[in-house]
C-alpha cells in the first residue's frame, strides 16, 4: 500500500516557467489537498478537492491550478512560477468518515529562481 | 473561521523529563483535532486524533493529548522523552463540515537534550 505519492521529490524552476506536481492515492479517499510549507508559517491550504470533477480555493490559490479528474490523482500546476512559491508542497488525502485523519505524501520541495 | 495557535515556537527537554506541547484551537462547532509530527524531510505522520467520547486520547509512540472544550485546548504529553522523539510537531483543526480541510498551526519545534 503505497498511500500517497508525490512526484518529483525537488525540483529547480527559473522564474516563468510552468510545472505539474503529481499527487496520487491508492486509499480511495474522497478528499484530497495541496499545502505549502514556509518556514515558521505551518501548513498554508493552497488547493482542496471533496471528489473528482470538484475543487476550490483554500487560503493561498494564487498562481496554483488544480483539476481532479479522478479520485486518485490530484495534480498541482504553477503557471509561471514566481521565487515566492520557493516552498515545500505536500499533498494530502483523507476519507470522509468522521474524524478522519489526513495522510501526506514525502512533499515535493521547489526552489525557483 | 477556524484556526490554531502553538504557543511555543521551540521547546528544549532532557531525555526522559516530561513534555507538554501547547495547542489553542478557534471553531466554531464540535473540532476534530489532530496531532502530527514531522522529521526533517519528511512528510507528516499522525500522532493522535479526537473527535468524541473520551477527552484524554491516546497516540501512537506513547503520546497523549487532552480535550479541554472550556479552554479551547489539545495539549500533547509525553511523561518520558526519548531522543528520536527530536522533530517538529503541528496541531491542526477540523471538522465534519469542512470537507477534510484542516487548519495547521505553525508548529513547535522539538530538541531533546541527552
Known amino acids: 500500500n503505497a498511500g500517497v505519492t508525490q512526484t518529483p521529490k525537488f525540483q529547480v524552476l527559473k522564474t516563468g516557467q510552468s510545472m505539474t506536481l503529481q499527487c496520487a492515492q491508492d486509499?480511495?479517499?474522497?478528499?484530497m489537498s495541496w499545502y505549502r510549507q514556509d518556514p515558521g508559517m505551518g501548513l498554508r491550504l493552497i488547493h482542496y478537492?471533496?471528489?473528482?470533477?470538484?475543487?476550490d480555493q483554500g487560503e493561498v490559490p494564487n498562481g496554483y491550478n488544480v483539476s481532479r479528474s479522478t479520485t486518485e490523482d490530484f495534480p498541482l500546476r504553477l503557471l509561471s512560477a514566481a521565487p515566492s512559491q520557493t516552498s515545500v508542497y505536500f499533498c494530502?488525502?483523507?476519507?470522509?468518515?468522521?474524524?478522519?485523519?489526513?495522510?501526506f505524501g514525502q512533499g515535493t520541495r521547489l526552489t525557483v529562481v | 473561521a477556524q484556526s490554531v495557535t502553538q504557543p511555543d515556537i521551540h521547546i528544549t527537554v532532557s531525555e526522559g523529563a516530561s513534555l507538554e506541547l501547547r495547542c489553542n484551537y478557534s471553531y466554531g462547532a464540535t473540532p476534530y483535532l489532530f496531532w502530527y509530527v514531522q522529521s526533517p524531510g519528511q512528510g507528516l505522520q499522525l500522532l493522535l486524533k479526537y473527535f468524541s467520547g473520551d477527552t484524554l486520547v491516546q497516540g501512537i509512540k506513547g503520546f497523549e493529548a487532552e480535550f479541554k472544550r472550556s479552554q479551547s485546548s489539545f495539549n500533547l504529553r509525553k511523561p518520558s522523552v526519548h531522543w528520536s522523539d527530536a522533530a517538529e510537531y503541528f496541531c491542526a483543526v477540523g471538522g465534519n463540515t469542512n470537507a477534510g480541510k484542516s487548519t495547521f498551526g505553525d508548529g513547535t519545534t522539538l530538541t531533546v537534550k541527552p
Open positions: 478537492s471533496v471528489g473528482a470533477g470538484i475543487t
Open positions: 486509499m480511495n479517499h474522497e478528499y
Open positions: 494530502a488525502s483523507s476519507s470522509d468518515e468522521q474524524g478522519g485523519e489526513a495522510f
